[in-house]
């Protein structure tokens, strides 16, 4: 007889190669044909509603890392919540209007300008469900589970038809207006830009310092002073018509160089040196204040340019008098408009210089700078040109940089609502936590918001004008363009005339003639997607505002976040979310952004063809996302090589119950042995601690938790020495089946808790289980935590013999390392020990050789009665020899029982029995 045929060795045919990258689609595919989607809808109808709202990520070409890791994160949640009793459809979404799309079809050679807007608009369309259909087939491959069929798209009718009304809704309480004021445009863009759409990157400018000449200083100054001003946009002198100045610091006048200067006191030995005067004689010191209304004179054209009070002006650079230019600065917008200047602004809309600017009409505005800084120099007004290296604004679309211009814009008031802001952010759960201050901070400080864009890709501002130019935003007006926009979608406002878009009959006093025009420009972006609360939320059933969880990267504190805070806020006076929680940027290995040029991206189908889509899931799982994460091929290697040993984990387990059936072999709680107990103490914990972890978005605490659970709980102890006992014993053994018992119980749950992070994985798992009722684990629950009893002073108790085991095993491999034994189980193991150790293996009912894998083992006396040759460590001295007697050709235990029974004389006693009754001839 071949002994080896007899053992009950592990039998199961789930592979021990995950094989993902293969495998992976067709589960995706019995997910589709089955429609698991619905199916965990159904199973879950009734329970309390869980709403993880989708932020529309851009309808613009392949997934990115970033996209991948906040998709996967989405995922873990709603899986979680939709196994803890909630009902969690998750509905994903698109962003599809905006510049991109426009430029990725100038890009592609389509000619705008030869057709009409509705006809290129028809193209963005096309083009951005193309996006749609390449990105969806990415994001389902990453495994994330969601009603794809039927996602929400910006562009969609029905989206836009809501998005009218969250417009119309705050217009009637007034807090949309039109205005004249500087806005961020960017001339690579032609358009308008919101705070969100700007990007800081270093440019190199000029740096100029100017002398205006006093005109009339009220006598206060002397005629013949010219006051200092600095500037790095010399293309913003030709639009100076003023100089602000702080009323309480204190002004000097000072003569050098046959000429007398104003500059501020503070600053004053910084601009000698920037300037490079030798020396100075102060003639005089006076305070802001006493400046007001003065008069100085353009440097360039001779016109007053007057001296204002302004709380903005700081010491922190420059001279302390700023150079103000209404029509292309904030500050100098507000100073300007407090002292009745008018809005000048010599700029066009491609960034071109124009005739309010003689002398360089026609010019680029960065090009501008050279002839206006040499026609400054020419009349001995520039006193010093250098160049700086600073962070400018650009546009984050076209990477140019970006000016300041004033032109008319409609904008949403934030002021009219702040203090409602403020409030619904303070009433919103933040992790991390610093996120409420970012938010509150940004709320607090900015300013209204321009919603108005140049461009054509995007939804129509719904006004219309009288013949008197006053705008018509009513809410007749508003319902019948919403009402259209659902019938026909947004491109009728371009496909039809104005009479053809206003309700039948309609009559304003501003047109006694019946003659409308309508608004050109289209809404912010940010306008579209800040509108989804009402448009997804409200608009479908399955779902409910305000949403439970708006998840997204840190960037959409002044984005996402922000706008949709700002529209639901304005329209319902409460945040669309009752929390928010953040994610980080995917770097590199070694922490640098990714980029083409470097050649450092790590592309997440290349990731799944490689490796599998649970591994790009599992690194999810492993990092800290809250901060910025790293990727890279020698982290996913470490990552894949974690799954590795879950996925072995899992086939040792499931190998070892091929032939257990729980609902005949089970063995009750209380006649496990207590090693067998304390595992299911183990296993507890490990419940309790993931689903706190799950709970608090701690994914990574996951992560680790299932790892030392498989490899040290398991792996490391209790599989280790239960393989003598699975292997070696009859089948229906009782500590066998007890073993059996803990391994069916740790198998469900394990598949269970890490089904949000590993869905492929644990689906295939679970098709391996017998007897199990659901076709998938995701028509589960997550396993409860169950109190077992005695269960601290189990674990006490076991922890402590866990010690004395690592003692034990260091022991034997010193001893190995010595070449006294090879295998452990050659060894046999005499252990030294005080009271208290003593004590602990006296309690121990378990074969304590079986549980240290040798095949002797005895206490022999206290730990200063030890050899000198006895290993002392720290809870025993152990004395490590061979074992006596001969090898078991079955089970591998040295012995001297081996051949005591005369027929099996290479086997011993229980090996003997075991055949003698499961297998004699």
């Given at each position: 007889m071949d002994f080896k045929d007899t053992l009950l060795m592990p039998n199961t045919e789930f592979p021990m190669r995950g094989n993902l990258p293969k495998r992976e689609p067709d589960i995706q595919a019995n997910w589709e044909e089955t429609n698991i989607y619905e199916m965990v809808r159904q199973r879950t109808k009734g329970r309390p509603l869980f709403i993880l709202h989708d932020g529309p990520p851009y309808a613009n070409g392949d997934i990115h890392m970033g996209h991948a890791l906040n998709k996967i994160l989405k995922d873990f949640i709603v899986r979680y919540k939709s196994m803890t009793g909630y009902d969690a459809p998750y509905v994903p979404g698109?962003?599809?209007?905006?510049?991109?799309?426009?430029?990725?079809?100038?890009?592609?050679?389509?000619?705008?300008?030869?057709?009409t807007v509705a006809e290129f608009r028809k193209l963005c369309e096309q083009y951005a469900y193309e996006q749609i259909e390449n990105q969806r087939a990415q994001f389902k491959r990453l495994g994330v589970r969601g009603d794809w069929e039927n996602p929400y798209i910006t562009l969609k009718p029905e989206y836009e038809a809501q998005q009218i009304k969250?417009?119309?809704?705050?217009?009637?309480?007034?807090?949309?207006?039109?205005?004249?004021?500087?806005?961020?445009?960017?001339?690579?863009?032609?358009?308008?830009?919101?705070?969100?759409?700007?990007?800081?990157?270093?440019?190199?400018?000029?740096?100029?310092?100017?002398?205006?000449?006093?005109?009339?200083?009220?006598?206060?100054?002397?005629?013949?002073?010219?006051?200092?001003?600095?500037?790095?946009?010399?293309?913003?002198?030709?639009?100076?018509?003023?100089?602000?100045?702080?009323?309480?610091?204190?002004?000097?006048?000072?003569?050098?160089?046959?000429?007398?200067?104003?500059?501020a006191e503070d600053l004053l030995e910084t601009v000698k040196q920037e300037i490079g005067w030798e020396s100075y004689q102060v003639l005089q010191t006076v305070k802001g204040k006493d400046l007001e209304n003065m008069v100085a004179e353009h440097p360039l054209y001779g016109r007053d340019s007057l001296v204002m009070l302004g709380a903005h002006v700081t010491t922190d650079a420059g001279t302390g008098c700023v150079h103000t230019a209404p029509g292309h600065g904030e500050d100098d917008f507000f100073v300007g408009q407090k002292y009745g200047l008018e809005v000048l602004c010599p700029v066009d809309d491609k960034g071109v210089m124009t005739s309010?600017?003689?002398?360089?009409?026609?010019?680029?505005?960065?090009?501008?700078?050279?002839?206006?800084?040499?026609?400054?120099?020419?009349?001995?007004?520039?006193?010093?040109?250098?160049?700086?290296?600073?962070?400018?604004?650009?546009?984050?679309?076209?990477?140019?940089?970006?000016?300041?211009?004033?032109?008319?814009?409609?904008?949403?008031?934030?002021?009219?609502?702040?203090?409602d802001l403020m409030k619904a952010v303070e009433e919103t759960k933040w992790v991390p936590a610093w996120g409420?201050?970012?938010?509150?901070?940004?709320v607090r400080d900015r300013g209204d918001w321009c919603i108005s864009r140049q461009r054509v890709w995007g939804v129509p501002i719904p006004v219309f004008y009288a013949e008197n130019g006053e705008s018509i935003i009513t809410d007749e007006t508003i319902s019948h363009i919403s009402e259209l926009f659902r019938e026909h979608g947004s491109n009728i406002w371009f496909e039809r005339d104005v009479a053809d878009l206003l309700p039948e009959g309609f009559k304003h006093p501003g047109s006694p003639n019946g003659e409308f025009t309508k608004e050109t420009d289209i809404m912010d972006v940010w306008f579209d997607s800040g509108s989804s609360h009402q448009a997804v939320l409200v608009e479908r059933e399955e779902l409910q505002r305000p949403a439970d969880l708006y998840l997204e990267g840190s960037d959409q504190y002044r984005g996402w976040f922000n706008s949709?805070?700002?529209?639901?806020?304005?329209?319902?006076?409460?945040?669309?979310?009752?929390?928010?929680?953040?994610?980080?940027?995917?770097?590199?290995?070694?922490?640098?952004?990714?980029?083409?040029?470097?050649?450092?991206?790590?592309?997440p189908a290349k990731v799944m063809n490689q490796l599998g889509g649970d591994i790009l899931r599992l690194w999810v799982a492993s990092v800290d996302y809250q901060a910025d994460v790293?990727?890279?091929?020698?982290?996913?290697?470490?990552?894949?090589?974690?799954?590795?040993?879950?996925?072995?984990?899992?086939?040792?387990?499931?190998?070892?119950?091929?032939?257990?059936?729980?609902?005949?072999?089970?063995?009750?709680?209380?006649?496990?042995?207590?090693?067998?107990?304390?595992?299911?103490?183990?296993?507890?914990?490990?419940?309790?601690?993931?689903?706190?972890?799950?709970?608090?978005?701690?994914?990574?605490?996951?992560?680790?938790?299932?790892?030392?659970?498989?490899?040290?709980?398991?792996?490391?102890?209790?599989?280790?020495?239960?393989?003598?006992?699975?292997?070696?014993?009859?089948?229906?053994?009782?500590?066998?089946?007890?073993?059996?018992?803990?391994?069916?119980e740790s198998l469900i749950t394990l598949v269970k808790l890490v089904a949000p992070i590993l869905p492929h994985t644990a689906d295939e798992v679970w098709a391996f289980i017998p007897s199990m009722d659901e076709d998938s684990v995701q028509l589960t629950d997550m396993p409860e935590f169950?109190?077992?009893?005695?269960?601290?002073?189990?674990?006490?108790?076991?922890?402590?013999?866990?010690?004395?085991?690592?003692?034990?095993?260091?022991?034997?491999?010193?001893?190995?390392?010595?070449?006294?034994?090879?295998?452990?189980?050659?060894?046999?193991?005499?252990?030294?020990v005080n009271g208290k150790t003593r004590d602990l293996l006296n309690s121990i009912t378990e074969n304590p050789a079986q549980l240290f894998i040798v095949s002797g083992f005895e206490v022999a006396g206290n730990m200063d009665e030890a050899p000198e040759n006895a290993i002392r460590l720290e809870h025993a001295a152990v004395v490590v020899t061979k074992a006596n007697g001969e090898t078991c050709e079955r089970c591998w235990t040295v012995t001297p029982e081996v051949g005591q029974v005369e027929e099996h004389p290479t086997l011993c006693k229980r090996c003997s029995q075991v055949v003698k009754e499961n297998y004699s001839m």
């Open positions: 698109w962003d599809t209007h905006g510049l991109p799309i426009e430029q990725a079809l100038t890009n592609k050679g389509v000619k705008r300008k030869e057709m969250v417009f119309g809704e705050m217009a009637k309480k007034g807090y949309i207006y039109k205005g004249l004021k500087p806005v961020y445009w960017s001339p690579s863009s032609e358009s308008a830009l919101a705070e969100a759409e700007i990007e800081y990157k270093d440019k190199r400018s000029p740096s100029i310092y100017v002398a205006f000449k006093v005109k009339n200083g009220k006598g206060v100054l002397p005629e013949d002073t010219e006051i200092v001003i600095w500037t790095t946009t010399p293309w913003t002198i030709p639009a100076n018509l003023g100089i602000s100045v702080h009323p309480d610091l204190s002004y000097v006048v000072v003569e050098t160089c046959g000429r007398k200067f104003l500059v309010e600017a003689p002398g360089f009409e026609g010019v680029f505005y960065d090009e501008a700078n050279k002839p206006i800084s040499q026609k400054l120099e020419q009349n001995g007004s520039l006193l010093k040109l250098s160049f700086i290296t600073h962070s400018y604004p650009h546009d984050w679309r076209t990477k140019k940089p970006v000016i300041f211009r004033a032109t008319a814009q409609w904008f949403a008031s934030i002021k009219d609502f702040r203090e409420e201050t970012r938010l509150y901070n940004m949709s805070l700002s529209t639901s806020v304005a329209v319902t006076g409460k945040a669309p979310y009752k929390g928010v929680l953040s994610h980080g940027f995917v770097l590199d290995g070694e922490g640098r952004k990714m980029s083409k040029s470097i050649g450092n991206v790590v592309i790293r990727v890279s091929d020698a982290i996913l290697k470490q990552v894949a090589e974690v799954y590795r040993k879950i996925r072995n984990t899992f086939r040792f387990l499931l190998g070892n119950l091929s032939d257990f059936n729980p609902a005949e072999n089970s063995v009750p709680l209380k006649d496990l042995r207590e090693v067998d107990q304390f595992m299911l103490v183990k296993l507890n914990k490990l419940i309790k601690q993931v689903r706190d972890a799950y709970e608090n978005y701690e994914f990574a605490s996951v992560y680790h938790a299932v790892n030392n659970f498989c490899t040290l709980d398991l792996s490391a102890f209790y599989l280790d020495f239960a393989k003598d006992i699975l292997y070696i014993e009859s089948k229906d053994n009782s500590e066998r089946r007890a073993i059996q018992t803990v391994l069916h169950t109190e077992i009893e005695n269960a601290q002073a189990l674990e006490e108790k076991w922890n402590q013999f866990l010690s004395l085991r690592d003692d034990v095993l260091k022991a034997l491999e010193e001893a190995r390392n010595e070449k006294v034994i090879g295998k452990s189980l050659a060894a046999k193991v005499t252990l030294y």
